[in-house]
T-cell receptor, first 109, second 114 residues
Framework: RKEVEQDPGPFNVPEGATVAFNCTYSNSASQSFFWYRQDCRKEPKLLMSVYSSGNEDGRFTAQLNRASQYISLLIRDSKLSDSATYLCVMATGGFKTIFGAGTRLFVKA | DVKVTQSSRYLVKRTGEKVFLECVQD?????MFWYRQDPGLGLRLIYF???????EKGDIPEGYSVSREKKERFSLILESASTNQTSMYLC?????????????FGPGTRLTVL
């Protein structure tokens, strides 16, 4: 079983839609969680960190559920520019970082 | 603006060749990482370095070695390239003492081994 699992998608949504991605993890010792965004043929870039209390950045909301061992990303009012691959990332402390395989999102006009 | 550069965007090599992938960061970051990214598998850590001349194996170090002689430069070496090492290679830098800090990635090197 992979340490971090994501639905690969693709998710095809119209502009203005709300879309949610989940990511499950198997290591209960995981300490920190992040969402990275990767545009086609580009490098990954940090989108946001994920905190137990949940956090919001504009149209993006991230949640962590330690009991069920998953994190989520909600995108409201989708824009064409949101089309990308979203990577779920987990850090267990030290220098070990685990990346999910990514969920592809296509936002269409 | 932080910057991580990689020596080549595209590279084609023959089986058995020794391959050097170079990564330079201008952020004065202590920590640097090498990953490979393959479809359906995500990014997998090959090696990381937390200081000059210091290195630690990641999840898939077999067939690779690294060198960090200067703080800003972290090199990945394929001693004898094989076709299963065809992949996208991404270098990253990060500050701080743990992997909980943001990683800044270079643009990647797409390596094809024939």
């Amino acid at each position: 079983r992979k340490e971090v699992e994501q639905d690969p998608g693709p998710f095809n949504v119209p502009e203005g839609a709300t879309v949610a991605f989940n990511c499950t993890y198997s290591n209960s010792a995981s300490q920190s969680f992040f969402w990275y965004r990767q545009d086609c043929r580009k490098e990954p870039k940090l989108l946001m960190s994920v905190y137990s209390s949940g956090n919001e950045d504009g149209r993006f909301t991230a949640q962590l559920n330690r009991a069920s061992q998953y994190i989520s990303l909600l995108i409201r009012d989708s824009k064409l520019s949101d089309s990308a691959t979203y990577l779920c990332v987990m850090a267990t402390g030290g220098f070990k970082t685990i990346f999910g395989a990514g969920t592809r999102l296509f936002v269409k006009a | 603006d932080v910057k991580v550069t990689q020596s080549s965007r595209y590279l084609v090599k023959r089986t058995g060749e020794k391959v050097f992938l170079e990564c330079v960061q201008d952020m004065d970051h202590e920590n640097m990482f090498w990953y490979r990214q393959d479809p359906g598998l995500g990014l997998r850590l090959i090696y990381f370095s937390y200081d000059v001349k210091m290195k630690e194996k990641g999840d898939i170090p077999e067939g690779y070695s690294v060198s960090r002689e200067k703080k800003e430069r972290f090199s990945l070496i394929l001693e004898s390239a094989s076709t299963n090492q065809t992949s996208m290679y991404l270098c990253a830098g990060a500050t701080g003492e743990t992997s909980t800090d943001t990683q800044y990635f270079g643009p990647g090197t797409r390596l094809t081994v024939l």
